[in-house]
């Protein structure tokens, strides 16, 4: 399966004063990567919410930091579903520094399919798992 | 009138790689200050919404940065409202460091009280504000 | 004097449970801006530090709050210079919603050209200051 | 070994959209709590930085969502050492609510320790390390 890329630029607000991004603000771009990937899909998650009554929440997260982030970088962030359930999809994402493709940091992100009230797990809508899938075939 | 004081420290999250607290933090700093004064006044922000159907927004904002403040300073924050409208209230701010009491920023938070539903300005409800004066003085 | 403008999309970290965006979060909005207008003009702050030896910080902001901006919008940051001294630069940046071009929020912010040893106010470069004013005609 | 626990209280600035803590937001609270468990030890870690020139940065983390924190909800953030090796710590961290004891989050946070200059690993100093693990018995 393709993975899906997004660009993120380092900004003061990401870093911290080991002169690095702050190690949380890595889950910020792998979320705004995944947004972005359903965007692609033509999935908005406003009208997911609005129309089929679901969200999806993060239920884990497990990410390795193998090289810092710094002020100014280009980042490539990916998302590749790697596994999926009747409730849930795990997405792993890459950080990748733009300018030489070294791998800063990795991530697996485990998310689940909620009802919008209830805020109980349900299936994920049929023809939005069919979506997700084919795009990235 | 006297002001209420909250103590902050300051962590990596809050830096920037500059080495000092990011300018958009104070804020958070601030607002942090502005909740606990008004528990300490026996206002949840969560029952005044569910109870009495308003939330207080932030309509404006002035902020001067004099001093940085560093990972690890212990900062006290200060709230003390300076002037009232029947829909609105304004509350200066000060950042104190907790060591030698020098003055890092002071700011002046304009917020203004909002019917819950609508979105819309609405006056502040009469045994809320007298709470809030009486706290005051 | 033209306006420099950069795209921003409001992800579910820019926001807090009012449904909104959380209102520190358009300082950093404003502070992508001016970075990327800074590099618009072939100014990169890093280098800007390694080799002239000067930051840039925030002394003074001044913000309005209109009307709030809601996750999934897309926004546009503008930044233009309204008033200019030797060490430091006044910058109006306002944030319109991409779809209706409604202004959501619009501020001043102050920066202070510093010495970035020794964290004093000191001239902002020639060549540097050239460059920007020119970049805005 | 005895957990050592850190008082959080949730403000705007922790929540999302979704009306409860932005999931990148807990490893703020972990940091928190892990900061505070060092200097109730007597360390600090601008000190160490100084001092000792080293720093100790996240290498990894694995975190679970168990139940969700709102607005206003006052936490107790835990810290307790796992696993240790000659450059690394294990701390297991876990997220609970003050009123019920229900646990909301569970992580593990792996951190080493870098001499401060060279971004390398090195053996966290044996006078630290005592510190550490006397603290904990």
Redesign the interface.
């Given at each position: 399966m393709k993975a899906f890329h997004w660009p993120v630029?380092v900004?003061?607000?990401d870093?911290?004063?080991?002169?690095?991004v702050?190690?949380?603000?890595y889950?910020?771009f792998m979320?705004?990567a995944r947004?972005?990937w359903l965007r692609s899909l033509g999935i908005?998650?406003?009208e997911l919410r609005a129309q089929q009554g679901v969200?999806f929440?993060?239920?884990?997260?497990?990410?390795?930091?193998r090289l810092?982030a710094?002020?100014?970088d280009l980042l490539q962030i990916s998302a590749r579903i790697v596994a999926q359930g009747k409730t849930s999809l795990t997405i792993e994402q890459q950080v990748l520094r733009e300018n030489d493709q070294a791998l800063l940091c990795q991530g697996e992100v485990h998310v689940v399919c909620l009802n919008a009230e209830k805020?109980r797990p349900c299936a994920i809508p049929a023809g939005l798992l069919k979506t997700i899938i084919q795009g990235e075939e």
């Amino acid at each position: 399966m393709k993975a899906f890329h997004w660009p993120v630029r380092v900004y003061y607000e990401d870093t911290d004063a080991g002169g690095v991004v702050y190690h949380a603000n890595y889950l910020n771009f792998m979320e705004r990567a995944r947004t972005e990937w359903l965007r692609s899909l033509g999935i908005e998650q406003d009208e997911l919410r609005a129309q089929q009554g679901v969200i999806f929440v993060v239920r884990a997260v497990q990410v390795d930091y193998r090289l810092p982030a710094m002020f100014n970088d280009l980042l490539q962030i990916s998302a590749r579903i790697v596994a999926q359930g009747k409730t849930s999809l795990t997405i792993e994402q890459q950080v990748l520094r733009e300018n030489d493709q070294a791998l800063l940091c990795q991530g697996e992100v485990h998310v689940v399919c909620l009802n919008a009230e209830k805020f109980r797990p349900c299936a994920i809508p049929a023809g939005l798992l069919k979506t997700i899938i084919q795009g990235e075939e």
